[in-house]
């Protein structure tokens, strides 16, 4: 009896062990800090990256749940830039976890949603730095304090809507009363597998900023772009957009495969966007020479990760836009004129992956730009330690 | 009469129909979809990745993210093993069901005898879980224990059929207990064998039969072969080895190169359910892993 009884209080004992060491106590934010440093050789246009040994996009993040209805995201990013270093503040930034119907509403500072890459953080990218259209047009990554609302459709495949109202102080052209909501947004997504082995996504963006075309009749009329950065600098180099419009279209694509869906041994990522930008600016400027009223760009890159350790990526891209030449307005009328131009780049780029959570990488990018061809060459590590969280496709 | 009997039959549906509700669960791995069906026949089963993908690594793709939004329960490994996917899923899918707190997510490990658990874990280790081995669909001794939880766990979520799953349930419970005495018997002669592994994929199974790996493929877990790690191992004295057991979602290579090194034979075993033809169930999954060590093949 007594034997017995000492039996099951240890069979009980295991069962309460293994209940108890699985109960996960409250924990702390989860940490993620992403190191970035390179070495470069030569620059690229509309880039900060500078020529030389620096850090890139060094980040440090904190997330975690603040209760059962939200998720609260920080996310700050250290940058050298010629000896000094900058802080910024990436993400800052709540979610809605308990919403109905599939929808979501995001509130502060977020990466937009606009286009494929512009809300994936860059330590996740392929490259050294993002194609030259979206270093021209979104400043590299656009992000900016606003409220996001989206909805995933009880569909068959993927079909998701999202929407956004942002300050667009980043992307301000320099109007002198800008609108208080000055970029609205909205996105279409799109996606399905087909077979086992491959997976697509399609997305269509549309982003309408209210102070971004070039205003004729103000104080501070100028050209677009006479020195590659008429927007808000930081002592001469730029974070928002060189380039900025009423409208900015957009469409991506993006096609993965992995023989069977077995993405560790080897995949393929495909991706392409092309971007448009119309209503640049108002009617004096317009009718001066050589001037347009959009600019354009796209790119296509192909990631192939052929063993566990080892990934080739090439990428195409291509800018086509319009410099202005001593542009500026004068009473009621428009002085200088544009020129054509076209920036083209293509990169090579050959990583080893320490680990999941470790990469470096060399990078060749032959630029032509200005009529001159440049070969840029980068060696950068990526590795991140602490909390890291999933990646979105 | 006849009247009668049509009229209680239209009742008897009326009452019915609410049982017709059909689950619809998503699982992580084909192992649960099997389960899940085992426990509840009726209800809308699919997994998210097969038995040729590498758990750890599975893309947070559209349509996983549309299938999570329909669920009404998640199973899945747990201890980790979805932590680079599941919760972009869950975030993504905006399924507020499919959460700890939504009482719609079930975790294996959560009711298993859980190994090789470590108090201090970081990466320099591998990609070491520290709530211990996730791949419980071996767990053969604990698979009677989550049987009760989920049988539970189904009960909560669609009250209307209570009884059915608590007999699906029990039926499943009885086959799996007397298929477990056939299997030990079976695989008496397994006992005692030191086997050459690749990752910790069947630490439940040999545990159970009383089998050891000895060695891994893997120089760290989750890092592929290495050929200074290969070099390394095909140097160990083998007189006491009985075989390189790998799974067919891995590459051969590196058991290949090591078995005509160390005249060793092999043993490809599936990863998960459907991994093999026989292994079309839980049941047939373990039975064939079973049968595949008993009969290892030589390589030349």
Not at chain 1, 69 to 77: E, I, Q
Not at chain 2, 238 to 245: G, L, P
Request: glycine share 10%; proline share 3%; hydrophobic share 40%.
């Amino acid at each position: 009896m007594k034997k017995i009884w000492l039996m099951s209080s240890v069979a009980l004992g295991v069962a309460g062990n293994v209940a108890a060491d699985t109960l996960s106590q409250i924990k702390g934010p989860d940490i993620s800090v992403v190191l970035d440093g390179f070495y470069q050789d030569g620059e690229r246009a509309f880039s900060h990256r500078g020529e030389g040994f620096g850090l890139g996009h060094t980040e440090v993040g904190l997330s975690a749940s603040v209760d059962d209805k939200f998720r609260g995201v920080l996310t700050s990013v250290f940058e050298s830039h010629h000896g000094s270093t900058e802080i910024e503040l990436e993400e800052a930034f709540i979610e809605t976890l308990a919403l109905p119907y599939g929808t979501k509403v995001k509130a502060g500072r977020f990466l937009s949603n606009f286009g494929y890459l512009n809300s994936k953080h860059t330590h996740e990218d392929a490259f050294t730095e993002r194609p030259g259209v979206y270093r021209a047009l979104l400043g590299g990554h656009y992000y900016d304090d606003g409220i996001q609302a989206s909805i995933l459709l009880p569909t068959d495949f993927y079909l998701a809507l999202s929407f956004e109202a942002l300050s667009g102080k980043k992307m301000d052209a320099g109007f002198d009363d800008p609108a208080t909501v000055g970029v609205y947004s909205g996105k279409l997504s799109l996606g399905a597998d087909v077979g086992e082995s491959h997976s697509w996504m399609l997305g269509l963006s549309v982003l309408r900023n209210g102070n971004g075309h070039m205003q004729f009749g103000g104080d501070h009329d100028h050209g677009a772009d006479d020195d590659d950065d008429h927007d808000h600098d930081h002592g001469g180099h730029s974070h928002g957009p060189a380039y900025t419009g009423r409208m900015l279209y957009g469409a991506d694509f993006t096609w993965k495969w992995a023989p069977q869906g077995n993405y560790k041994y080897q995949h393929i990522r495909f991706t392409s966007e092309y971007l448009y930008l119309d209503d640049v600016m108002d009617a004096p400027f317009s009718a001066l020479e050589g001037a347009k009223d959009s600019v354009s760009g796209y790119y296509g890159e192909v990631v192939y990760q052929f063993t566990p350790s080892w990934s080739v990526s090439t990428r195409f891209s291509r800018f086509d836009h319009i410099e202005g030449h001593d542009v500026h307005g004068h009473g009621d009328h428009a002085h200088g004129h544009f020129e054509n131009e076209k920036l083209q780049e293509l990169d090579f780029a050959l990583a080893w992956h320490s680990s999941h959570f470790g990469v470096i990488r060399g990078q060749v990018s032959q630029q032509d730009y200005h009529g001159e061809k440049n070969n840029i060459v980068s060696l950068q590590y990526i590795m991140t330690f602490g909390a890291h969280a999933a990646h979105a496709f | 009469m006849h009247f009668n009997l049509s009229t209680l039959l239209t009742v008897g549906m009326l009452f019915a129909s609410p049982s017709a509700f059909a689950l619809n669960i998503f699982t992580c791995q084909p192992d649960w979809a099997s389960l899940a069906k085992l426990h509840a026949p009726d209800a809308d089963v699919f997994s998210a990745t097969t038995a040729f993908q590498d758990p750890h690594y599975i893309q947070a793709r559209p349509s996983l993210i549309t299938k999570m939004r329909k669920a009404d329960l998640v199973i899945c490994s747990g201890a980790e093993l979805e932590v680079g996917w599941l919760p972009e899923l869950q975030r993504q899918s905006r399924n507020t069901k499919a959460t700890a707190a939504g009482g719609g997510l079930f975790f294996v490990t959560e009711h298993v005898a859980v190994l090789d658990k470590h108090d201090h874990v970081d990466r320099s280790m591998g990609d070491v879980h520290a709530g211990g081995n996730p791949h419980v669909q071996f767990a053969v001794a604990d698979m009677v224990n989550i049987s009760v939880a989920l049988t539970a766990k189904l009960q909560q979520l669609d009250p209307a059929s209570q009884a059915d799953y608590a007999k699906a349930g029990e039926q499943f419970r009885h086959q799996w207990q007397q298929q477990m005495q056939v299997w030990k018997a079976k695989a008496k002669p397994l006992v005692g064998k030191h086997v050459v592994g690749y990752h910790t994929t069947y630490r439940y199974l040999f545990a159970w039969l009383g089998m050891e790996q000895v060695a891994d493929l893997e120089p760290k877990p989750g890092v592929s072969p290495t050929m200074s790690h290969l070099a390394s191992l095909s140097k160990l004295d083998t007189r006491d080895t009985y075989a390189i057991v790998y799974a067919t979602h891995q590459t051969n290579d590196a058991a290949t190169w090591l078995a005509q090194r160390n005249h060793l034979p092999v043993v490809v075993l599936p990863q998960s359910v459907g991994g093999t033809d026989a292994a079309s169930d839980l049941f047939g999954l373990i039975n064939n892993s079973i049968d595949l060590l008993l009969t290892p093949r030589s390589v030349n």
